[in-house]
């Protein structure tokens, strides 16, 4: 069984408020900073790609752009999905206290929220019928958000704690429905290189994020933010 280790990314959403007071209601900070973010799992993304050969052949720049790419339409789907959300819960009744990424739903037992799962890019997009997803995100769910990205577009943290919690659990696809133990175990099972947790890499690659995103340059958030990437990031040097 391999050793995956949670990270808590608490401590780098406040370092990020802290480096960035002026700029509270930035588009970026807002979400970057936001609980339910799945900040932890955007680091394992990117040292991830360490180990991929396409991103070895990039050059330090392109490496820098595409990190930027991957963390603009992280950003950008995270946003869409929390206010589709917010509106699924008002019309359903539901106070904010109540809403959550399994609002409504049991996890199963045998689940320590370790988001291994749902670290994959793409999956079946089988649901059930009628699902109350738009059909563009069934089509995302099915082909991911593009190159790089390593994870489900759905998969969100559980209050910054590092684990994991699907933002779709009531209307999730009927692969995950079927998802059980032994399904987990062989996750657990299935080897990863030993720097993608390790508390050493995880930490070089939060400051060469936190170095990648400069907060000074973000706009102010509006109150309709466009569906696509927004121009927020600025590439410094590393």
């Not at 917010?86 to 689940?111: F, H, K, L, W």
């Not at 993608?196 to 400069?214: C, D, G, Q, T, Y």
Request: with cysteine; glycine share 6%; proline share 8%.
């Amino acid at each position: 069984m391999q050793n995956h280790r949670l990270y808590k990314s608490n401590r780098m959403k406040t370092y990020f408020r802290k480096k960035n007071p002026g700029a509270p209601a930035s588009f970026l900070l807002k979400n970057l900073c936001d609980p339910e973010f799945p900040l932890y799992f955007l680091l394992r993304n990117l040292n991830w790609l360490q180990y991929e050969k396409w991103w070895k052949a990039l050059s330090p720049r392109s490496r820098r752009v595409r990190a930027a790419r991957i963390v603009a339409e992280r950003v950008v789907f995270f946003s869409e999905v929390k206010r589709w959300k917010r509106m699924q819960d008002r019309e359903n009744g539901i106070r904010p206290a109540e809403s959550g990424g399994t609002a409504g739903s049991t996890v199963p037992e045998y689940c320590d929220k370790c988001g291994l799962c749902c670290e994959v890019a793409s999956g079946l997009a089988d649901f059930p019928c009628p699902c109350g997803l738009p059909e563009r995100w069934q089509a995302i769910f099915a082909n991911g958000l593009g190159k790089g990205h390593r994870f489900c577009p759905f998969l969100w943290e559980d209050n910054g704690s590092g684990g994991s919690t699907c933002s779709i659990y009531p209307w999730r696809s009927i692969p995950c429905r079927l998802f059980e133990s032994d399904e987990c175990d062989f996750f657990w099972r299935t080897p990863e290189p030993a720097g993608v947790s390790s508390e050493k890499n995880l930490l070089l690659i939060r400051r060469w994020l936190a170095n990648l995103v400069n907060a000074r340059k973000l706009p102010l958030a509006s109150a309709d933010v466009p569906a696509k990437s927004p121009e927020f990031l600025k590439l410094d040097r590393i």
